[in-house]
């Protein structure tokens, strides 16, 4: 089992930044991939930003030069650098856990707003 606690989040102006961080406990060696999904009302949940344990990352076309992902494997928790926040990108965040088994863990989300 993996447990993920989310922090940060918030309230924020079009243009301004947010961070979130997400700490991973339980199984953490069976951790590949950490990522930031997020998920708008009325909306299925979408894939932000993942990076591996060896330090690759993926983004969603929507927050390339925007967002950035960074991991300390040493702490187990993983960051998502959200700056030109837009009221697009205004959802719940969720951390995600993949395991080598290809079974994902989520945390409980964290709200962004974003306001124009």
């Known amino acids: 089992q993996v447990q993920l606690v989310e922090s940060g989040g918030g309230l924020v102006q079009a243009g301004g930044s947010l961070s979130l961080s997400c700490a991973a406990s339980?199984?953490?060696?069976?951790?590949?991939?950490m990522g930031w999904y997020h998920q708008a009302p009325g909306k299925q949940r979408e894939l932000v930003a993942t990076i591996t344990r060896g330090g690759s990352t993926n983004y969603a076309d929507s927050v390339k030069g925007r967002f950035t992902i960074t991991r300390d494997n040493a702490k187990n928790t993983v960051y998502l650098q959200m700056n030109s926040l837009r009221p697009e990108d205004t959802a719940v965040y969720y951390c995600n856990a993949e395991t080598y088994w290809r079974h994902d863990y989520w945390g409980q989300g964290t709200q962004v707003t974003v306001s124009s």
């Open positions: 339980g199984s953490i060696f069976s951790i590949n991939a």
